[in-house]
């Protein structure tokens, strides 16, 4: 069972408009969500996170939304620059009662911005 | 802050091989994760280290698998007996803690192809 879904595997958008990448979670236990950016063959980079007391966070160009009773989150990124392509992956985490904050990933989406 | 690095980048090596990947992580940071990618799949978790103390393994860490962080410094992940089913991207994450949301920061990853 997937806890975290991304389910628009690929997104296109045009220059300088508005990129709207969503992703779903089921286990109400997490408490803290991120968005990463990887490029092929590198590891994932950290965007913008996002604790479950908020609903918004928002660093230059990027925003995320979060909805709890919906279990839905957002990143927004405004203006799409070309430098945007890459694979997002949403990520959440929640204490395990072993110690660690592990992250449950969902399966990314790929953003193609178009100059 | 050099960041979180990795060594070897790319390794092949044959079925029924023993191999090590080394993880380096930000110098300040208590934490480390392993994490396990593949093709179309976002970070699986792995295993987790508090300083020198391993307190998680994934069931995906079967016993062909080890993880060591010895001085709570740098740590090794050491497979035996490689499968091809062990190709994957082997990420490392490090983080601070929870004053910054126990924010992973990843390294560069180690691809692993078994012939």
């Known amino acids: 069972d997937q806890q975290v879904k991304q389910n628009s595997p690929s997104l296109s958008v045009q220059e300088g408009r508005i990129s709207i990448l969503n992703c779903d979670y089921t286990n109400s236990m997490f408490d803290y969500f991120l968005w990463y950016k990887k490029y092929p063959a590198e590891g994932p980079t950290f965007l913008i996170s996002i604790s479950s007391i908020k609903d918004k966070n928002e660093d230059g160009r990027f925003t995320v939304f979060l909805n709890k009773s919906a279990k839905h989150l957002s990143l927004h990124i405004v203006p799409s620059q070309p430098g945007d392509s890459a694979v997002y992956f949403c990520a959440a985490s929640a204490y395990s009662g072993a110690g660690s904050y592990q992250l449950t990933f969902g399966k990314g989406t790929k953003l193609s911005v178009i100059p | 802050d050099t960041g979180v690095s990795q060594n070897p980048r790319h390794k092949i090596t044959k079925r029924g091989q023993n191999v090590t990947f080394r993880c380096d992580p930000i110098s300040e940071h208590n934490r480390l994760y392993w994490y396990r990618q593949t093709l179309g799949q976002g970070p699986e978790f792995l295993t987790y280290?508090?300083?020198?103390?391993?307190?998680?393994k994934s069931r995906l860490l079967s016993d062909r698998f080890s993880a060591e962080r010895p001085k709570g410094s740098f740590s090794t992940l050491e497979i035996q007996r490689t499968e091809q089913g062990d190709s994957a991207m082997y990420l490392c994450?490090?983080?601070?803690?929870?004053?910054?949301?126990?924010?992973?920061?990843f390294g560069p990853g180690t691809r692993l192809t078994v012939l």
């Open positions: 280290f508090q300083n020198e103390a391993q307190l998680e």
């Open positions: 994450a490090s983080s601070a803690g929870l004053a910054d949301g126990d924010t992973q920061y």
